[in-house]
């Protein structure tokens, strides 16, 4: 519990799945949560009311991301929420349109990039002065193994996964010197309601490509989140943690 005693984390897209798991690992671990959503009060609530079960503080912060006059409001609210810190930044709100390259329209291209890579840009570029200022600062960015070895009727989601991972390793080097971290989990195939479209007997095959021989689960990916986010990895940075199971090995 005392790992991030005093400590403000913000966690985007914290509505429902990997963002609920990780701003209640979070909280488990000490931390106060400003909980970013874009429209579902109700999930947002939900969430709020599992931080404060799993004996935390939570804000709740309504916002879309991908506009940069929301991203900086977001920022603020959560300092402001934090008495003027903000310890850890989980970039993690993101969506999917699925199709092949040959069907899918700029639209649904641009929506996808917008909120999964601008969305994490703006929210990360808002976070940076206040975390070096205090001098320190844990970034984690929600990635996906589709951005490590792309996916069918996925290009949009791959692409902006893949534009993630470089984001990571590019702001790692830039504020390696101040003390902040910046890394990204990649999980595999975790059944949330973002996955949830997803035919049965494409999650068969890909079942069978786990050489654990089970999906994960949002906890799973939450709690290799708090690992990044934590003292211990104090000298990690620049990295993806592959959280799959073992689907990907390369």
């Not at 960015?141 to 792309?150: D, P």
């Not at 999650?203 to 799973?220: H, N, S, V, W, Y």
């Not at 290799?224 to 940075?237: G, H, K, P, R």
């Amino acid at each position: 519990m005392a790992g991030l005693s005093g400590k403000t984390a913000l966690v985007t897209g914290a509505g429902r799945g990997i963002g609920r798991a990780t701003a209640v690992r979070l909280a488990r671990d000490g931390a106060r949560i400003a909980i970013n959503f874009k429209g579902n009060i109700a999930a947002a609530e939900e969430t709020k009311r599992a931080v404060e079960a799993a004996g935390s503080t939570a804000a709740l912060i309504q916002g879309d991301v991908s506009l940069d006059a929301d991203a900086e409001r977001v920022v603020k609210e959560s300092l402001a929420f934090g008495d003027g810190r903000l310890d850890v930044l989980v970039n993690n709100a993101g969506i999917t349109r699925d199709n092949l390259l040959l069907r899918m329209s700029a639209e649904d291209w641009d929506a996808v990039l917008d909120l999964n890579l601008r969305g994490a840009f703006l929210v990360t570029k808002a976070a940076l002065r206040p975390m070096m200022k205090q001098r320190g600062g844990r970034i984690v960015n929600v990635a996906s193994i589709s951005g490590v070895i792309g996916n069918a009727g996925q290009a949009n989601y791959s692409a902006a996964k893949a534009g993630l991972i470089a984001f990571t390793k590019t702001t790692a080097r830039e504020m390696a010197t101040r003390n902040i971290t910046a890394n990204a989990v990649a999980p595999g195939f975790v059944p949330t309601d973002l996955t949830s479209i997803v035919p049965q007997n494409v999650q068969d095959a890909m079942l069978k490509q786990i050489p654990l021989g089970r999906f994960g689960t949002p906890e799973d990916v939450a709690n290799a989140i708090a690992f990044l986010a934590s003292d211990e990895a104090a000298y990690i940075t620049g990295q993806v943690l592959i959280v799959d199971g073992g689907m990907v090995t390369a």
